[in-house]
């Protein structure tokens, strides 16, 4: 089939690849020419393993092309994807502009039938929205489909080219079809092609990532009482994952959720409530549950050297928010240091793809270390943010002859606190 896809970010970037690794003429537009010309020379702009692979290999084939032409994207498709950024305004609510902007650019440039196809992140309502802008300005027939995406960042290729579940909105049966046929070739392992209205596919993206939300909270929350209890945050996770009923996935506790989606999702679910006339009082409390978690390391830190924070020197382990990304939109380093530069501690950092964002967002204020071992040099206590594995196992006997002193702040709990006291490490967790 020919696609457009309109918008080269995150969502739209792998979408377009994955529809083009099947055989797919995809073309995929953006206005920002820079990024253009990267994805053209066969170069990825965002870190993604596999990405930049699949990239080369379908603009090699011919079957994956970009463009800042947006009207060359719409016109040259059958079906075409919104994939644009959808970013939280200050009151936490949607911002829609760049979808609206599409839409109109779809409306000017359309010259026979077409299928538009949501597939940012978007509130309950806006396909009737999209709708309607397309309607009010061309006389052409077309349909508009909900698609939202599941994706998860450094498993994104994998989540789209085998499913758990695809979500298609949609009433029209000619349209349902079409779909289902775009993506029969991801769900040969029977996983289900489920099919309702626009409105319940806008919710179940939002409603998913609330949930997925919530239990992180949750955690998080039965951590912080463990604290205060003397009880063992990970016994207590075996305890009740070991329930059918409830699960593993998503019971880490930790300093907090970031990234591109959690945050802004909870956020925008809770405003399209409140639009609504309704409360939602979970996620309302997981949202302030997760803002203070990002911060819950930092009265450790402060009580460990009784309040004398100025001029030491903390090294500190990942920076995005989770691992095999670079993004550290929300990320909980991000809070944290911010906290610590305040009381002029000296910081070196270390991630092993994300040091160019961090500074961009720091420059100057922080020292960058290419290697993890580099960070600790004469650092008084260490920092784990970011569970990245190849921070698992290091070398302890290193680390201690490397710091100049020997506190370890564990923000995802992935050493054994008996271990590292037996190395001779000042441990602190979540939650034990």
């Given at each position: 089939?020919?696609?457009?896809?309109?918008?080269?970010?995150?969502?739209?970037?792998?979408?377009?690849?994955?529809?083009?690794?099947?055989?797919?003429?995809?073309?995929?537009?953006?206005?920002?020419?820079?990024?253009?010309?990267?994805?053209?020379?066969?170069?990825?702009?965002?870190?993604?393993?596999?990405?930049?692979?699949?990239?080369?290999?379908?603009?090699?084939?011919?079957?994956?092309?970009?463009?800042?032409?947006?009207?060359?994207?719409?016109?040259?498709?059958?079906?075409?994807?919104?994939?644009?950024?959808?970013?939280?305004?200050?009151?936490?609510?949607?911002?829609?502009?760049?979808?609206?902007?599409?839409?109109?650019?779809?409306?000017?440039?359309?010259?026979?039938?077409?299928?538009v196809v949501i597939k940012s992140t978007v509130p309950v309502g806006t396909a009737d929205k999209v709708r309607e802008i397309i309607a009010d300005n061309a006389s052409v027939e077309f349909d508009v489909v909900s698609n939202p995406e599941f994706l998860k960042e450094g498993a994104a290729i994998d989540d789209f080219m085998r499913p758990d579940r695809v979500v298609i909105g949609a009433d029209d049966v000619r349209v349902i079809e079409i779909m289902k046929e775009l993506y029969r070739p991801f769900v040969r392992t029977s996983r289900p092609i489920?099919?309702?209205?626009?409105?319940?596919?806008?919710?179940?993206?939002?409603?998913?990532?609330?949930?997925?939300?919530?239990?992180?909270?949750?955690?998080?929350?039965?951590?912080?009482?463990?604290?205060?209890?003397?009880?063992?945050?990970?016994?207590?996770?075996?305890?009740?994952?070991?329930?059918?009923?409830?699960?593993?996935?998503?019971?880490?506790?930790?300093?907090?959720?970031?990234?591109?989606?959690?945050?802004?999702?909870?956020?925008?679910?809770?405003?399209?409530?409140?639009?609504?006339?309704?409360?939602?009082?979970?996620?309302?409390?997981?949202?302030?549950?997760?803002?203070?978690?990002?911060?819950?390391?930092?009265?450790?830190?402060?009580?460990?050297?009784?309040?004398?924070?100025?001029?030491?020197?903390?090294?500190?382990?990942?920076?995005?928010?989770?691992?095999?990304?670079?993004?550290?939109?929300?990320?909980?380093?991000?809070?944290?240091?911010?906290?610590?530069?305040?009381?002029?501690?000296?910081?070196?950092?270390?991630?092993?793809?994300?040091?160019?964002?961090?500074?961009?967002?720091?420059?100057?204020?922080?020292?960058?270390?290419?290697?993890?071992?580099?960070?600790?040099?004469?650092?008084?206590?260490?920092?784990?943010?970011?569970?990245?594995?190849?921070?698992?196992?290091?070398?302890?006997?290193?680390?201690?002859?490397?710091?100049?002193?020997?506190?370890?702040?564990?923000?995802?709990?992935?050493?054994?606190?008996?271990?590292?006291?037996?190395?001779?490490?000042?441990?602190?967790?979540?939650?034990?």
């Amino acid at each position: 089939m020919n696609i457009g896809v309109v918008g080269a970010g995150y969502v739209g970037l792998v979408t377009g690849t994955c529809f083009a690794e099947m055989g797919n003429d995809v073309i995929c537009a953006d206005v920002d020419a820079k990024k253009i010309d990267m994805l053209k020379r066969g170069r990825s702009p965002i870190y993604e393993p596999g990405l930049k692979e699949l990239i080369q290999r379908n603009t090699h084939e011919n079957r994956l092309t970009f463009t800042t032409n947006v009207a060359e994207a719409i016109q040259g498709s059958l079906i075409v994807f919104i994939a644009v950024g959808t970013p939280s305004r200050e009151d936490g609510a949607c911002d829609l502009s760049h979808v609206f902007e599409v839409a109109r650019a779809i409306a000017d440039n359309l010259k026979e039938y077409k299928i538009v196809v949501i597939k940012s992140t978007v509130p309950v309502g806006t396909a009737d929205k999209v709708r309607e802008i397309i309607a009010d300005n061309a006389s052409v027939e077309f349909d508009v489909v909900s698609n939202p995406e599941f994706l998860k960042e450094g498993a994104a290729i994998d989540d789209f080219m085998r499913p758990d579940r695809v979500v298609i909105g949609a009433d029209d049966v000619r349209v349902i079809e079409i779909m289902k046929e775009l993506y029969r070739p991801f769900v040969r392992t029977s996983r289900p092609i489920i099919v309702m209205e626009n409105r319940s596919a806008e919710l179940t993206k939002y409603a998913a990532n609330a949930m997925l939300a919530a239990r992180i909270s949750f955690m998080n929350e039965i951590a912080n009482l463990c604290e205060h209890i003397g009880a063992n945050v990970n016994s207590v996770r075996e305890g009740i994952g070991s329930d059918q009923r409830i699960g593993f996935p998503f019971l880490f506790p930790g300093v907090g959720y970031g990234g591109s989606c959690f945050p802004k999702d909870v956020k925008a679910l809770v405003s399209t409530a409140k639009e609504s006339g309704y409360d939602m009082r979970i996620l309302e409390a997981v949202d302030d549950v997760n803002t203070r978690q990002k911060s819950i390391l930092v009265p450790k830190i402060r009580k460990h050297f009784k309040g004398k924070l100025k001029g030491k020197t903390i090294a500190m382990w990942g920076l995005s928010f989770k691992p095999r990304t670079d993004d550290m939109r929300e990320a909980p380093s991000i809070s944290i240091m911010n906290q610590l530069i305040s009381e002029s501690v000296k910081l070196q950092v270390h991630d092993p793809v994300a040091i160019k964002e961090a500074r961009r967002l720091f420059g100057r204020k922080i020292k960058y270390c290419e290697r993890p071992y580099d960070a600790l040099k004469g650092a008084h206590a260490m920092i784990l943010v970011t569970e990245w594995a190849e921070f698992r196992n290091p070398d302890f006997k290193r680390m201690k002859g490397l710091m100049a002193g020997n506190a370890i702040f564990d923000g995802r709990n992935i050493y054994n606190p008996k271990i590292m006291r037996e190395m001779g490490f000042t441990y602190y967790g979540i939650g034990q």
